[in-house]
């Protein structure tokens, strides 16, 4: 990485902890609201993708609040589910959300780097990640370490918001997610900013079909991913 690219994801990571840290406190109705209630819908169907194995272990990087981790703890018995965020106070939501589930004992969550996790190679029977892939400062880079951490025969899996193609829906999706999302964002958490940064990101973020190549230029096989609700996300699952 150039010193220039190093400068820009420093930046970007000091930014997004930034937005996060504003947003903790509303995020989770925010997420549902914003979304129609279809972010439920889309957590479940990614971790079925995940096939997490009765007993298993699971990993949710950038786990913020806990939403998906918490699905991940509820899909099968006797599982041990590690979330891992950067940002303190959306960790402090997720444990309040935990508290209030049946999961206490199968969830520990944990401050760590995406870019960085501090587990052993082969150490989790799948790696899944919600939300936040367009927010990492190395896309690639945390993938790389998501298959790292998992066994062979284990799967990363990345659920986010993607990028439509079909015509009149895209165009209304993109009215919707550039001028009247910030808007009812900036209502929520009672400020301008944050809420913009959604659909800045999602401009920034590749399309799903290149996220797809990356998956597969770490290594990862039968590299694939699912559309839902007319593209507006995306699950992306590839096999160690």
Known sequence: MTIDRFQQAAEKEKYVHSVFTAIAHRYDLLNTALSFNQDKYWRRFAVRQAGLPAGGQALDVCCGTAMLTLELARSVEKVKVTGLDFCEEMLAVGRGNIAKSNCCEAIELVQGNALALPFADNTFDCATIGFALRNVPDIKQTIAEMQRVVKPGGRVVSLELAKPSAPVFKQLYYLYFEQILPLLGKLGVGFDGPYRWLP????????????CDYFTEVGLKQACYHELTGGIAAVHVGVK
């Open 200 to 211: 800045e990101s999602l401009r920034r973020f590749p399309h799903q079909s290149v996220i």
